[in-house]
């Protein structure tokens, strides 16, 4: 067990989707997963483990921002030896063309977050980057799909503040930054230090430019694209296809 997470060993798999939502970590197991079992119920961020086409996958919810994401980032890679975690998140849209229910793979995380800088004590600013071998599986998995939306693979923004009306969204979107969610930069960076693998797909929730968004209970259980093109990833990354 860990502080946070009270899983035996063994318990987890060495792949792990990662939703912020505890109640969509819920959804994927019960919608996805076969011989299902729970080994995480700590402050209700639940996780699950259970068969995928015949490929073990556990599903652990993360919790929302930088510091909650890599709580449970750190004690996966750490204390449970997981391989890869894929991040599988809403987004808010930051491009005319990235419009909701359009799919984004994080390419690389710019952040505002404080965390990776302090990583490196202002030494340098960490490129926190997905890596290209899940990043490549799942691009060419989801353009094989019929999305429900389009799909983008590009840079996005980790941000600190769900609410920020200071920051300057046209000048990200001016350098190319497609989306802004909360959690990638902090899991990549993680996925750097202990050696291991890591990447966000994020549904887009909300287009900031038009105000159109999703419900609550859309995010949980709608997102579904995202979930198969990340559990289609794991089955292909395990049965040594990449």
Do not use: W
């Not at 060495?14 to 119920?41: H, W």
């Not at 490549?136 to 353009?143: G, K, L, N, P």
């Not at 920051?167 to 899991?187: C, F, I, T």
Request: charged share 20%.
């Amino acid at each position: 067990m860990s502080t946070h997470i009270n899983a035996q060993a063994g318990a987890i798999a060495p792949y792990v989707l990662f939703p912020g939502d505890p109640l969509r970590a819920k959804f994927i197991a019960e919608t996805y997963l076969e011989n299902v079992t729970q080994y995480n119920d700590v402050r209700n961020m639940f996780g699950y483990t259970g068969d995928y086409q015949g490929v073990k996958v556990s599903v652990q919810g993360s919790g929302m921002g930088i510091p909650s994401a890599t709580i449970y980032a750190e004690e996966l890679y750490r204390d449970y030896d997981v391989a890869a975690i894929i991040r599988v998140g809403s987004a808010g849209g930051l491009q005319e063309k990235v419009k909701v229910r359009d799919l984004v793979i994080g390419q690389g995380a710019t952040t505002d977050s404080s965390v990776l800088n302090n990583i490196f004590d202002g030494q340098v600013f960490f490129a926190a980057l997905a890596s290209f071998d899940l990043l490549d599986t799942a691009y060419h998995i989801a353009q094989e799909k019929s999305l429900q939306g389009g799909l983008h693979v590009g840079n996005i923004l980790s941000s600190d503040r769900f609410y920020n009306e200071e920051l300057d969204k046209q000048k990200l979107a001016d350098y190319g930054v497609l989306a802004v969610e909360m959690e990638a930069a902090g899991l990549y960076a993680l996925a750097n230090k202990y050696q291991r693998q890591a990447l966000a797909i994020c549904t887009i929730s909300d287009q900031i430019l038009t105000g159109e968004e999703t419900s609550a209970q859309e995010r949980e259980q709608t997102f579904t694209d995202m979930m198969e093109v990340a559990l289609e990833t794991v089955v292909a990354m395990s049965q040594g296809k990449k």
